[in-house]
């Protein structure tokens, strides 16, 4: 099905390329959210992972998912985009907002628990933002698939193309230094 | 103190090695029972927990696509498609056609420059050529110079008559 849905839209057929955009999107908007935040860049680098899509639609052999293909171009389109961006600033302690130090502390009082509103989601995703800065992109991704999406490790080496034990290394790493960071974080509140 | 050292490092490893939502019970446990007496170790599990949590947060935070998304790639496609249409000399010509215009007046203009110009400034430069050629030189001195047998008597008698 997949394959036959490539190969139409291979051979010039738009509307089998349409369907395929239509059905894909919401993977590859996925894919494109973990990078960026931003509604504006996250369509630019979705439509940048179609387009490049549809001039490799050749190689695409129908021998795994067109969504699982389709994932991958997408990890890989979205790194090469942030490798090329200029660098986030480096993470400091002392750029703690007034809602951060206040969520910290309520979650670290014990009565937070999950973030549920949609104020508390903002300020944590604002704080998951800090620390994975101190990480590189291909780190983030391991560290985001694996603990926030709980993908397996096999899942995370088919999307990105990594051996199995170099997504393990990335997240043990990624993980031991977002803990890191968050310790800074927390005897900063404290002091 | 170097097997309490031992022992932070092995939980410490064990929150690197997998997200919290994600150890085993045992692994939990063990946990629980070192940090009732580990204030670094507590400190770690606190920074792991609340890691997760935020990192969980991220996660979640998706863009869906709008409707007019599938629009835009189709226009875009198409786009690329007509770019790639065109013959790449030809779309090479197209980026470069006002600059090869530009250089092609720029010549015409030194060219003409050139051609009406020099019926003014060639021939000063010629005359002066002329006029101090070592050849001329040489010869107009000779010129100058040389005189005939009757010039010369004639010069003298003329001094003798205004002597008188």
Redesign the interface.
Known sequence: MDLDLARQAQAGDESAFAEIVRRYSPRVFSVASRFFRQRPLVEEAAQEVFLKAYTQLGSFEGRGSLEGWLTRIATNTCLNIVRGAKRRPEFTVSDLTEDEQGWLEQQSAGDGGEPASVENTVVATDLADRLLSVLSPEDQQALLMIDGEQASIKEVAEATGWSESKVKVRAFRARRKVREAMEKLLSYKRA | MPEGNQTNKHI?EI???A?I??LSESELLEIHVHTMDCMSCR??F???R?????????????????PF??T???A??RE?QAVESVPAMLRLWRSAKALVSTMAVTTAALAVVSFTQPSQTTPVLDQTASAYSAYSVIMDQDADEQMSYEQVLSTIYEDDDDAR
């Open positions: 410490t929150l690197d090695r997200s939502a994600m400190d770690a606190e920074a792991a609340l890691s997760a949590v935020v990192i969980k947060s991220r996660a979640e935070t998706t863009i869906e696509p709008s998304f599938q835009r790639v189709m875009a496609l690329q």
